[in-house]
């Protein structure tokens, strides 16, 4: 008996702490946004203060952090479907971007639409995932409201490298 008790208390005292951890971990990571696009399902999180890319689909599982500050969105179309172009050109690479880094001097009718003042392109191809590495800077851009053609192709013929994290990336200002 006294075996069958001590290996239930080592359990728990085992467990407890792990379930800790779990719970602590979870509580440190926000889902902004999620998409389903191009065989891939894509996740916006924020752990530490940052906006995380996770993926996963065509055999690629994997995260990369972004350059726009949290909250970050992925950019749709009127439908709220989420918008995106693909480039024969570029191997049939499908592009989607994201919306970061909120204004401090925008009113709050702008900010409760989680408008920002940066962007970065999401580069989706068979052979992997890739962050652009140009930020969009400047002005407002509000992701439920759709941009135009030409920023989904400025952000894929940079062309794409994998994003390094540098905090001092590429802009257009």
Known sequence: MGYKIGSVA????????????????A???????????????LQLEV?????????????????????PKPPC???????GDPQSFSYKDIGNAMIVIL???????VSSDLSRRECGTESQGVILREQGVLVS????????????????????????HEWARPYTGDSDGPSIK
Not at 58 to 65: C, D
């Open 73 to 79: 969105r992925f950019v749709r179309d009127w439908k």
């Open 27 to 41: 509580e440190s990571r926000v889902i902004l946004d999620h998409i389903t696009i191009a065989g891939y399902e």
């Open 47 to 67: 752990r530490e203060a940052k906006c995380i890319l996770t993926f996963s689909g065509h055999s690629h599982l994997g995260e990369l952090t972004l350059l």
């Open 99 to 105: 919306v970061g880094t909120p204004s401090k001097e």
């Open 133 to 156: 590495k140009r930020i969009g800077r400047g002005g407002l851009i509000c992701p439920s409201h759709g941009l135009d053609e030409t920023e989904f192709w400025l952000f894929s």
């Open 10 to 25: 080592l359990i728990v005292f085992l467990l407890i702490p792990s379930c800790i951890l779990c719970r602590l971990s």
